[in-house]
Each structure stands twice: as structure tokens, then as C-alpha cells.
């Protein structure tokens, strides 16, 4: 999920249009210090430990998820008191902040805890479960083995609270992971603990897995066939010792199954498979009365490839009443099922007036080895520059899997059209042209990526200055001397601390040479008041009910949403900030993937936009299982104005992208969107 922006000042954080009912001057004078603290990523002891001993129990469990999403390991000791709270809604944020916290110090914490007779509530339990398997390690993983095959000492009756955030989380402890006391749960009574048994032995693809899956298609339970079609795929197969034909047979019966998304992992894994002879049984769904359902079986017949494919594609591309999503994927799909068809198709995409169109062609282009670079060379002079940079992408792109190749070298040509679009004024072309240039970068081009840097500075986003910087380090791993040299008056500014709080903290993740020549990345200072901070608390924090806001899909229905300001006030904040601008009115889904994600909130429509600010992560407790929406990301902290809606229960994405709302009422205008169709409007 792709979104990268630069911090900037707020100027407002937005309001309520209801009055507000009475609440404590005690409580926002205690919370937004916290807020303020958590914003600016500050570890302060001082007002952190004020936070954890307030005697409310909102301001307590407030700053235990402050200690929580701060990350610094300093906190852990904070934390550890607060498992004995009086207040079980404490205990759980305890849990739940250990788990983002990642220390492995508070494993014998956790487990201790678990094991006192006293009480704990059931969402505290599993919040344990869940930071056992975040914070990971072989300690954790053997109490969780031993809990799921019933040896430990815990109470019975919390064992049974523990092990279904156990099951679901599992997969977080990789090769640790005690898969075999799992196996019984597949065949357990309980839905629930068998759909996630099936999700997370799918996930680690062991070869004990394989006949588990294989028996989920064929569970009574809708959510249960779903994922299972989701993991019988062509490499899960061959990693759990499975026979492909079997799965094959499967997957080819669940086509026909009464629930869409069913068929829609059913035909994406089948795919994987690369089988010319499933092609009719795919074809028939592109009369499918799901549209999401047809999406998927176009991008399958890519896959499927053969003269049959191959023809239905061909076809389906000339079809104006088909969705701009299935041509598309057609013409995608194309690229893989048949190159000298896919050559002749998209030269008209390639002309067309729609920059979308454009885009479409140059990155179908760009999954292909044998790509003439002449398609990208000449989209290079196209007067969009969005639709410039998707060339540079999938030159790029095509260049990296040539590389692979041990008998191939680079291409010269592609890192010349680089180097002259590095002062490009777009920073979109600029970013493109810098990570394009970094597997060929050499000591002649630091003056360029310097002038790249320089001109960067000024821009709203991030992703050129990100991709100078990625670059830059590639070349201090061919010239060791490289900061040194830095060093010279004329070309110290690159060794100056950026303002950019994301640029810093990449460079802390991924050069720690030049991260410590600029200083610690955080806090960061977001030019906001403490006074911004308690109107953040009283209008969302403390609320007496949450936000709703109505997105507006035309002839698709409406959707609602609750905004869940309690547990995600400054994002909350933000998205209501650009809501009430308009900023979304118009704007496509410029990502759909079938029963998975719905992504908006980019002005380009090209999946790089954002407002020209970041936002902080705010991970909470809430989980992508119905339909949630969440802040989209290109790392930590670089969330902005692009969003998203999941289709389908998504446990690797729980405590990865802030939460801040959920589907409100109906469900049914979701599976109606597909790629490309517009939002008429989102409003309070």
C-alpha cells in the first residue's frame, strides 16, 4: 500500500457539529500531553509515568498505548507494573502495547502474568496471546505450544480464552511456530477456531498443512472455503508435500460454489498453477454475476495462457459494456497469455486520451523480460508526468528481471534516460528516475543525485527524496568513502539534518552511518501546541459518541462509516479535515483487488499522491476481520490521505495500519466496486 508525504503543519485538526457533552478538565489536561508525546514519537519518562499512575483508568490505559506505539524499549519497564491493574481494560492495553513494544525482556512478564490464579478478562488473554507471538522468540513459542496442546499450568478456563488469538497469530512466530498441537483445532466443533487453524497452517505452508486445507474447501462454513482457496495455491502445494492434481480438483469444484469469494481465491489460486487445461472452467466465470467475481477470472486466464485464453481475452477487450477493471485486466492478463497479441492490443492503450490508459499499457509492459524498450523510451516524452514516471517504473521494472538473469547485464539505455530525468520537475519522475538508476549508480553520478537532493527538498512528498537517498546508499556500497568525501563545502548539504521526520527515519532503518551524522530521527517537532492537542482529546478522544460519514458511490449504493475517534483521534482528525475540504469528491478507487482491498484517497489516481503531510501510526486493538478502514502506508508513520477497506478477514494486517473506522450497516455495495469507478462524495 503505497503512500509516502512529508509532515507538515496542521491547520486545524477539524470540529464537531453537534455540541459536545460535559466532560473532566482533569482527563484532557492528563490525555493530551500523551497525545502530544505519542505525536511527536517523544519517549518522556516524566510525563509517561504521570500517565500510567493517574488514578483514571482512561488516562492509564491511554498512556500504556502511548508506551506502545512510541517503541522504545525503555518503556517496558513502565509497562510491566500495569499488569496487575485494577482495571482490566488497563491490563489488556498492557498486553497489547507489549506486543507493539517487541522486547523480548517482558516474555517471562507476559507468562507470569498468565499464570497467576487471580482474574483476567477475556480480551486481556488475548491480547497476551497476540503479544506472545509479536514479540516472538523460542520462550514464547513453547508456552504457546504448550497451551494449545494443553500442558501447561495456566487455568483451564483461561487456556480456552488464550488459544484462539494463539491460532490466528501463530503464523507471527514463523519456523517456531509448535504448528503440530494445532492440527486437532482443524477439526474442532467451533467455527471459529477452525477458520483460523485453516489461516494461519495456510500461511505457514507446512507439510502437515496441506491435507488440512485441502479438507477446509470442502467445510460447510462459507468463510471457511474462502481461505482455504486462498492458501491451495501452487506453492503452498509444493511446500506442504500436497499432489497438485488434487488441489487442482478442488479448486476447479469450489469455481461453482454459491458464495462470491469463494470463487474468487478459488480461481486466483488455480492460477498459480499455469494450466492451459482449466481455461474453459475460467472462462465461464466472465459471465459471472459478481464483478469482482469477473475481475479475478480475466487476470486467471493470464495465467491459464493457451489459445483458448488467449481468444477470450482478446474478445472481452473489445466488449464496451465491460468494466474498465476487466479490460484492464484483460489487457494484463494479455501480457502473460500471449506477447505478440498483448504487442498488437496495447499500442491502442498506448494512444489513448486517458493517461489511465497509458499507465494500464506501461505497466503490463513492465511484468515482461523481453519488453522493448523502445515502448518505454517513447512514453517517456508523453506530456503527463505520471504517465512518465509509470515508464520509468516499468522500464525499471523490466530491467531488475533481466539482471536475474546470470548471463544478462544491465540496460545502459535505461540508466542514461535516468540520469536525465534526475532534475525532472515532477518528484514522482524524480523518485522513479533515482530507483531506476541504483543498480548501475557510480562515483560520476553523485553531482546528479545531489542536484536530485537539492530540488527534492522543496517538494510536499517524500518518494524522491527516499529514492535519492536509497540510492545514495547504493553508491556508498560501491565508494566506502563516500560521507567522507561528502564532507566538501559544496556538497555538505546532503550531511544536513532533513527536515523530513520519514526520510530520517529510513535512513535510521537503513544507513545508520549517515543517521548518525544527522541525529536521532525523532521527536519530531510538529509545530503543534499543547492547546491543538486538547482540542484533539475533546472532540474525538473524549466524544460521547463516534463520527459517522456516508461515501457516496453513485449507482453503487452509499456506504457508511463509523469513525472510531476513541481509538484513533489524530487520524480521525486528519480524514475528517479532508473530508470536509471535498478533497475526496471525484476521486477513483485506483486500487481494487478482489475480495481483498478497496484503496482511494489519491488526487494522481496513480497509488503515489497524498495531501503534501504524514500523519503518526496509531495501532490499536481493533482487527481486520468485517470490513475496517485503514490508513494505507509505505512504512511507519506515512500515512496521509490514501485509505483503505478490506473485503475479507485479513489477520496480518491487525496491529500494521491504524484502524479509524468500520462499515456501518450494509456490506453490499462494497463487492459492487471495482477498479476505476468513482466516489461522488464523502460527507459527515
Sequence with gaps: MLQRSLLLTFASFGSLILPLAAQDPAQVEALAPLLMAEDRRSFDPVVLAHGVNDPDPLVRGTAVLTIGRIGDHRGTQLLVPLLSDRDMGVVANTFFAFGLLRDTVAV??????????????????????????????????????????????????????????????????GALMPAQAMLHFAN?????????????????????????????????????????AR????????????????????????????????????????????????????????????????????SALGNAR????TH???????????????????????????????????ATWLASGDFRDRIAALQAWGTLAAADAGVFRSALGDADARVQAAALE??????????????????????????????????????????????????????????GWRQSVADPGSDARLAVLATMHALAGRQPDLLARLENPLQRDFLQRPDDPVVRAEAARSWPDLAERWGAPWPIDTHRTLDDYRSVV???????????????????????VQLLGHEAPLTVANFLRLVDRHYFDGSRWHRVVPNFVLQDGDPTGTGNGGPGWSIRDEINRERYVMPMVGMALSGPDTGGSQWFINLSPQPHLDGQYTIFGKISGTFAPLARIVQGDVIRSIHR
Excluded at 203 to 209: G, H, K
Excluded at 256 to 283: C, E, H, M, W, Y
Excluded at 306 to 309: L, P, Q, R
Design 108 to 173: 517471562d512478564a507476559v507468562i507470569t502474568r498468565l499464570r497467576a490464579p487471580d482474574s483476567l478478562s477475556a480480551d486481556a488473554v488475548g491480547e497476551a496471546a497476540t503479544a506472545l507471538a509479536r514479540i516472538g522468540g523460542a520462550g514464547a513459542a513453547r508456552f504457546i505450544g504448550a497451551v494449545l496442546s494443553g500442558t501447561t499450568d495456566m487455568p483451564i478456563a483461561r487456556q480456552t480464552l488464550f488459544v484462539p488469538n494463539a491460532l490466528v497469530d501463530g503464523w507471527r512466530l
Design 188 to 228: 474442532d466443533t467451533s467455527t471459529d477456531l477452525r477458520w483460523r487453524t485453516v489461516s494461519t497452517l495456510g500461511r505457514l505452508r507446512i507439510p502437515t498443512a496441506g491435507p488440512v486445507v485441502l479438507r477446509g474447501m470442502r467445510d460447510p462454513v462459507p468463510s471457511l472455503r474462502e481461505t482455504a
Design 231 to 298: 492458501w491451495l495455491t501452487r506453492s503452498f502445494a509444493d511446500t506442504a508435500g500436497l499432489a497438485a492434481v488434487a488441489a487442482k480438483t478442488e479448486l476447479a469444484r469450489a469455481l461453482n460454489d454459491d458464495q462470491p469469494g469463494v470463487r474468487i481465491n478459488a480461481v486466483g489460486s488455480l492460477a498459480t498453477f499455469n494450466d492451459s487445461t482449466v481455461a474453459g472452467k475460467i472462462i465461464q466465470l466472465l459471465a459471472d454475476g459478481d464483478p469482482n467475481v469477473r475481475v479475478a477470472a480475466v
Design 306 to 309: 493457451g489459445s483458448a485464453a
Design 312 to 346: 477470450a481475452l482478446d474478445l472481452l477487450l473489445d466488449r464496451r459494456d465491460a468494466s474498465w477493471a476487466m479490460r484492464r485486466a484483460a489487457l494484463t492478463a494479455l501480457a502473460r497469455a500471449d506477447t505478440a497479441v498483448f504487442a498488437r492490443r496495447s
Design 394 to 451: 516499468g522500464w525499471h521494472s523490466v530491467d531488475a528481471m533481466r539482471r536475474r538473469s546470470p548471463s544478462a547485464s544491465g540496460d545502459t539505455s535505461l540508466a542514461t534516460a535516468a540520469r536525465t530525468r534526475l532534475r525532472a520537475p515532477d518528484e514522482h519522475v524524480r523518485a522513479a528516475a533515482a530507483d531506476a538508476l541504483r543498480a548501475s549508480v557510480d562515483r560520476d553520478d553523485l553531482d546528479l543525485l545531489l542536484a
Design 538 to 560: 475533546r472532540l474525538y478522544l473524549l466524544a460521547p459518541d463516534d463520527l459517522h460519514v456516508t461515501i457516496d458511490v453513485g449507482g453503487g449504493g452509499s456506504i457508511d
